[in-house]
Nanobody
Framework: QVQVVESGGGLVQAGASLRLSCAASGRAFSSYAMGWFRQAPGKERGFVAAISWTGGSTNYADSVKGRFTISRDNAKNTVTMQMDSLKPEDTAVYYC??????????????????WGQGTQVTVSS
């Protein structure tokens, strides 16, 4: 079993950067694919980025390509997402998920087995 806890959210102005972190517990962490999803008020949870268990494969939603970067450190059981050039439309609760399908970097939330509680990101214009 894997438990995940997100951190790093906050309130920033458009154009600023934030760095989200996801700390995971459990010996199986290094075998899990990890992903970030987000949910804005009144909207469904949507895919943002994912990384395979080795870190060798990544995938991004079109809306964040070139602005967000996902990475992982299996020695520290952490996943990080650097978010640059933030826009007001990036405002949402961001969730970290863990998928036992270690090579799956697809954007389906149903592939993920464990979720954190989320961290709020608010981008003002």
């Amino acid at each position: 079993q894997v438990q995940v806890v997100e951190s790093g959210g906050g309130l920033v102005q458009a154009g600023a950067s934030l760095r989200l972190s996801c700390a995971a517990s459990g010996r199986a962490f290094s075998s899990y694919a990890m992903g970030w999803f987000r949910q804005a008020p009144g909207k469904e949870r949507g895919f943002v980025a994912a990384i395979s268990w080795t870190g060798g494969s990544t995938n991004y939603a079109d809306s964040v390509k070139g602005r967000f970067t996902i990475s992982r450190d299996n020695a520290k059981n952490t996943v990080t997402m650097q978010m640059d050039s933030l826009k007001p439309e990036d405002t949402a609760v961001y969730y970290c998920g863990a998928s036992r399908f270690g090579t799956d970097v697809g954007g389906s939330a149903s592939s993920y087995d464990y979720w954190g509680q989320g961290t709020q990101v608010t981008v003002s214009s």
